[in-house]
T-cell receptor
């Protein structure tokens, strides 16, 4: 079946530090992969996505590369800001499916 | 454009009571989803509508949960009777079509069952 395993949090970083949040997946076929973000008091928002192997999704300085050989989609950012403090969810959508399977979420806190 | 609207934002009820949540999707979005997010877990799909028809309700506990989407616009999710384990955030999302990657989420309704 489809599942997502996400790095447990919480993660606390100083401003301008490098961020990595690990995500690995299990899926049949060729899933699409996503990172969603939930800022305090707001709904889930799509941060970035990749629909096939070796694709790189990017947005707001965040990047993630679809690695089929390691079944991973790790989220990275070179220099985090206080405004990046949020909960980050890795998710996948299986081949031909319309449902998103979410990881458990990782809470990031960036301190000045 | 206006986002997905949900109400109420918070609800506290006693077990065995009933509760209903309301969702107004983004105008023109044909697909509507209800997700349950238990504390410390990722969202889990409960039901998916395409216009006013159900596409997937395989994870909906049908003995106590029901949902409808009259006229293919607004939707309500009901729990009757509620159990303690139903305490969660209930998220509504909508998208133009069945491409779930472009779904837009509401802020959710936080339900506490005591």
């Amino acid at each position: 079946g489809n599942s997502v395993t996400q790095m447990e949090g919480p993660v606390t970083l100083s401003e301008e530090a490098f961020l990595t949040i690990n995500c690995t997946y299990t899926a049949t076929g060729y899933p699409s992969l996503f990172w969603y973000v939930q800022y305090p008091g707001e709904g889930l928002q799509l941060l970035l996505k990749a629909t096939k192997a070796d694709d790189k999704g990017s947005n707001k300085g965040f990047e993630a590369t679809y690695r089929k050989e390691t079944t991973s989609f790790h989220l990275e950012k070179g220099s985090v800001q206080v405004s990046d403090s949020a909960v980050y969810f890795c998710a996948l959508s299986g081949t031909g499916a319309n449902n998103l399977f979410f990881g458990t979420g990782t809470r990031l806190t960036v301190i000045p | 454009e206006a986002g997905v609207a949900q109400s109420p934002r918070y609800k506290i009820i006693e077990k065995r009571q009933s509760v209903a949540f309301w969702c107004n999707p983004i105008s023109g979005h044909a697909t509507l989803y209800w997700y349950q997010q238990i504390l410390g877990q990722g969202p889990k799909l409960l039901i998916q509508f395409q216009n006013n028809g159900v596409v997937d309700d395989s994870q909906l506990p049908k003995d106590r949960f029901s949902a409808e989407r009259l006229k293919g616009v607004d939707s309500t999710l009901k729990i009757q009777p509620a159990k303690l384990e139903d305490s969660a955030v209930y998220l509504c999302a909508s998208s133009w079509d069945r491409g779930v990657s472009e779904a837009f989420f509401g802020q959710g309704t936080r339900l506490t069952v005591v």
